[in-house]
C-alpha cells in the first residue's frame, strides 16, 4: 500500500513539473479580439496602398484597428519563438495602446499587460512610453521598454519598405478601437 502511494506521488509531482502552473495577472478582454492572417495581410496592403497614394500626393494617412495590430502582433510573435510573449491582444482606447499576452517564466505562466503612450517626437519619428505594467505576480524583464519602443517604431515605419526612409510622423492618435497615423513623404 505504501509503495503505490509514494508511486502516486511521485507520479504527480512529475506531472505538477511538466505542467505550468498560472500565476494570475490581468484579465483579457471578455470578447477576445480575433487573430488572423487575413487582418495581418490587410495591414500590409493598407500600408502599401497609403505609400503610393502619398507618393503622389506627399501625405500618408493610416486607420489601423486592434484587429489588424493584434493579428500583425501575433504573426510577428510565431516568426520569433524566442519573444516571451504569447497570445497577444491589442487594444486601443482612451488616447492610449494596451498590449496584452501571457509570458512563462520557468514553470510559471502569468498574464501580463503593459500600457503605452504612442506619439511622435520633435525628429518626427515614433515616441513610445510605458505608462502602467502589470506582470502580475513576475518581475519585468530588464530592457522591455526599449523592446516594446524598437517593435512599435518597426510596426509604424519600417512596414513602409523604401518609403520608410523619406517618411516623417506628423501625428499618432488612438480612439475606439483606430490608431490613426499620418505622415509625410519627403
Known amino acids: 500500500m505504501m509503495k503505490k502511494i509514494l508511486i502516486t506521488l511521485i507520479a504527480l509531482a512529475f506531472a505538477t513539473l511538466a505542467c505550468s502552473i498560472f500565476v494570475g495577472g490581468p484579465n483579457y478582454p471578455a470578447t477576445p479580439i480575433p487573430v488572423s492572417t487575413q487582418a495581418a495581410q490587410s495591414l500590409k496592403n493598407q500600408v502599401q496602398q497609403s505609400v503610393a497614394t502619398g507618393t503622389a500626393s506627399g501625405t500618408v494617412t493610416l486607420h489601423i484597428t486592434e484587429e489588424q495590430l493584434t493579428s500583425y502582433l501575433a504573426v510577428y510573435l510565431q516568426s520569433h519563438p524566442n519573444l516571451p510573449i504569447t497570445d497577444p491582444q491589442v487594444q486601443l482606447q482612451n488616447g492610449q495602446m494596451e498590449l496584452l499576452g501571457k509570458v512563462q517564466q520557468g514553470m510559471f ?48 515605419t519600417g512596414s513602409l519598405g523604401p518609403a520608410a526612409t523619406g517618411f516623417r510622423l506628423e501625428s499618432i492618435s488612438i480612439v475606439d478601437g483606430v490608431m490613426t497615423v499620418t505622415g509625410r513623404v519627403k
Not at 503605452?116 to 513610445?128: E, S
Not at 505608462?131 to 502580475?136: A, K, L, M, P, S
Not at 522591455?144 to 518597426?154: K, R, T
Open 109 to 156: 505562466s502569468a498574464n501580463v499587460m503593459l500600457t503605452l503612450a504612442v506619439g511622435v517626437d520633435q525628429n518626427g519619428q515614433p515616441k513610445i512610453t510605458i505608462t502602467q505594467e502589470d506582470f502580475g505576480p513576475l518581475p519585468a524583464p530588464q530592457g522591455l521598454n526599449n523592446a516594446i519602443s524598437a517593435f512599435v517604431a518597426q510596426a509604424l
